[in-house]
């Protein structure tokens, strides 16, 4: 049975690590590795528990016969150490990880037999981090468990002579938690470990001899050679290139190729910018299939692109806008950089000729601008006039049209006539102005422009309110105000009038005939009312009555409120609490609620016992009485059992009343009874002698 289990955990364990192997991206998360070993010796070792693993030597390869620990009651086994795993990692390697796997099982079910500890071993020493399973409960089918992986050194620093070392291995302590008397056997068939690990590389980069030289706009081709440090193997993967300037790679990433340890891959470089002229190109190694990443760098120069400029030749008449100034340029910009700014001219508006300089005309810091001017032509125009007309809004004053006529030199004309512009009421006019020269050097000119006069607006305020329900209407306040100040009529609030309590989103409307109509929104809101509740409760003795909370809610008039609930009312004692509520059915009043007590206190009931005086007749005599209650009801629970007596004598006795209702005092009494002695009558007979 047991090289059953043995056969199917093998089989499982390969699936899963055939299963990582091809679900591992080769060049990112693989590292070279060595093993599964097993190890050539298995020991006991103390140090930790007090159960020896018998036969430790059988873990050191997959067969039926296991190491086992005996585990009676709630105890933890020594460790099964396994050493000599038999491993050559090359010196020149780096260790990422150590995967330990166990082939384990428990004889019995319900055992409550668990991991410990698990651990490595360096140079004969069990150190590092715990990666027992203390929460996993050992089956009975035999099952290959795995610890740490290619990236757990188990909180370790690992050389490969470490590993190689003869005294490098694994332990494993287990306990069991329950305290059962039967036998409990741990048995472990094998152990396996697997070294993984890395290479290291040294890198290069090379774009040319000492700083390379590339023109801002051109590209320059860059090799990073990586060769393996101390041995032959080939790097492969991928290398991404950075700059520390702005710049672009093609490709990139690029890919390693080569043979007997070294790879190279290439890619073309091409500045976006020419910053601060030295770039920093950095290639970065991600390590590939065996490697740790690495990096490398080198230095280039990239020199601004030479630009020639030269302005248009360009003519205007005399007063219109200065044309656009344009130009050529050769050679073409690259990417997609545009010029910015403008060219301009010397200053003048005389007839003439006047230099296109450059201006604002620029371009990226990444070229070297030269510039060649040009020049503008200016003919004889006519003078330049501007009227501008007015919309205003009416406050009773006159309007006029602005406007001027400006001749060559800038100097205002006379002759321009703007008295047809002149309005007061509100409207919209078509008006004609015109110009005449004086001085016959200009052309006489005339045209239309569109004054208006747009109605006034009234300044409206209005405030909504915020108040507490009081039986009176509410209404918003405010008022509106013309162009001099003045209060205005039109305003009307009556949609703000409201007197019960609530939210109210209302509307206000302002109409003048003066003025624009104007209307809007406002909240006002009336609060709930606290109505004034007196509930009182009541005390007083047991008298077999109902009694309850007494009061009433008053709202803002002083009147009775609808709603009052006292509660409810109690007749025995001791009483309880009534609970009352206020619930307004008008919705102008808060909700109110409270609590009050309702105390009945004990009454005394009415005894009455009498006693007894009779003559001695053999026979028992008992006091006679009874208890009544409020309502003259008899009560059970007087006793007079201490009353009773045969014998001749004179008694005071106890007789005690114990109510059985609650409702009444407890009470008890003496009373003295009497038995007499009975007279005897003796009959003697008379004898005669005569």
């Not at 248009?312 to 007063?319: H, L």
């Not at 002149?422 to 052309?443: L, M, R, V």
């Not at 005939?513 to 006002?524: H, I, K």
Request: glycine letters at 10%; a negative charge; hydrophobic letters at 35%.
């Amino acid at each position: 049975m047991k090289l059953l289990k043995s056969i199917f955990a093998f089989v499982a364990g390969a699936i899963v690590i055939l299963t990582l192997i091809v679900a591992l991206p080769a060049s990112k998360a693989m590292a070279d590795s060595v093993g599964p070993n097993y190890p050539a010796v298995g020991t006991n070792v103390t140090g930790i528990g007090t159960v020896a693993w018998q036969n430790p030597g059988n873990i050191s390869d997959q067969d039926t016969i296991t190491a086992s620990a005996l585990l009676i009651g709630r105890v933890t086994s020594n460790y099964l150490q396994g050493s000599e795993f038999g491993f050559n990692v090359p010196p020149e390697a780096t260790i990422t990880g150590i995967e330990l796997t166990i082939n384990r099982a428990v004889s019995d079910h319900n055992a409550g037999v668990y991991d410990n500890v698990v651990k490595l071993v360096k140079n004969g020493s069990i150190i590092g981090e715990n990666r027992a399973l203390t929460s996993t409960i050992w089956t009975t089918a035999f099952t290959l468990v795995t610890y740490g992986g290619p990236t757990d050194l188990w909180g370790e620093s690992w050389l490969p002579e470490d590993v190689n070392n003869t005294n490098f291995g694994a332990v494993i302590s287990v306990s069991r938690t329950n305290n059962g008397n039967n036998n409990r056997q741990a048995e472990v068939d094998n152990m396996q470990i697997t070294v993984y690990y890395v290479f290291t590389s040294d890198m290069s980069v090379s774009c040319g001899d000492g700083t390379p030289v590339v023109t801002y706009g051109d590209s320059l081709t860059c090799q990073v050679t990586v060769t393996h440090i101390g041995g032959s193997v080939t790097p492969d993967g991928d290398i991404n290139w950075t700059s520390d300037g702005s710049g672009s790679f093609s490709p990139n990433p690029c890919n390693l190729d080569g043979q007997e340890g070294t790879a190279t891959c290439t890619t073309t470089y091409t500045p976006g910018a020419v910053g601060s002229e030295i770039h920093k190109l950095t290639a970065s190694y991600d390590g590939g299939t065996y490697f740790a990443p690495n990096s490398a760098y080198q230095n280039v120069s990239v020199q601004r692109r030479p630009l020639a400029v030269t302005a248009d030749p360009q003519t205007k008449v005399y007063g219109d806008q200065d044309p656009e100034f344009t130009y050529d340029y050769t050679p073409e910009l690259v990417f997609d950089d545009t010029f910015t700014g403008t060219l301009t001219r010397d200053a003048g508006e005389i007839v003439g000729q006047y230099a296109i300089t450059r201006g604002t005309l620029a371009v990226t810091a990444d070229y070297d601008l030269t510039y060649t001017g040009n020049f503008l032509e200016i003919t004889p125009a006519e003078a330049q006039c501007t009227v501008t007309p007015y919309d205003v809004t009416f406050n009773g004053e006159e309007h006029t049209a602005t406007g001027s006529c400006v001749g060559v030199h800038d100097e205002e004309l006379a002759g321009l006539d703007l008295s047809g512009t002149t309005h007061i009421a509100a409207g919209s006019y078509t008006d004609a102005w015109t110009f005449t020269d004086t001085t016959e050097n200009y052309t006489d000119q005339d045209g239309t422009i569109v004054n208006t006069i747009n109605k006034a607006a009234a300044v409206c305020e209005v405030t909504a309110y915020d108040v507490t329900y009081d039986g009176t209407a509410h209404t918003a306040t405010g008022s509106c105000t013309g162009v001099t100040g003045e209060e205005l009529t039109g305003l009307d609030l009556s949609g703000t009038i409201h007197t019960n309590a609530g939210s109210y989103d209302d509307t206000w409307t302002f109409t003048n005939a003066n003025y624009s109509d104007q209307s809007g929104p406002l909240t006002n809101e009336i609060s709930k009312a606290t109505a004034t509740c007196t509930i009182e409760g009541w005390t007083g003795v047991y008298d077999s009555e109902a009694h309850g909370a007494s009061g009433e809610c008053l709202g803002v008039d002083d009147k009775p409120l609808a709603g009052v609930d006292l509660g409810d009312s109690y007749t025995n004692v001791p009483g309880g609490t009534a609970d009352w509520t206020f619930s307004d059915a008008s919705g102008n009043y808060s909700d109110a609620s409270g609590s009050v007590d309702i105390e009945i206190s004990k009454a005394d009931a009415v005894c009455t016992v009498t006693p007894y005086k009779v003559a001695y007749d053999g026979l028992a005599h008992t006091a006679t009485g009874s208890c009544l209650g409020v309502e003259q009801e008899q009560l059970a629970g007087l006793d007079l059992a201490g009353t009773t007596h045969t014998e001749v004598g004179i008694y005071t006795d106890s007789w005690i009343f114990t109510d059985e209702t609650g409702n009444y005092n407890d009470q008890g009494g003496t009373v003295t009874n009497e038995i007499t002695k009975q007279m005897i009558t003796i009959y003697a007979p008379i004898i005669l002698r005569w």
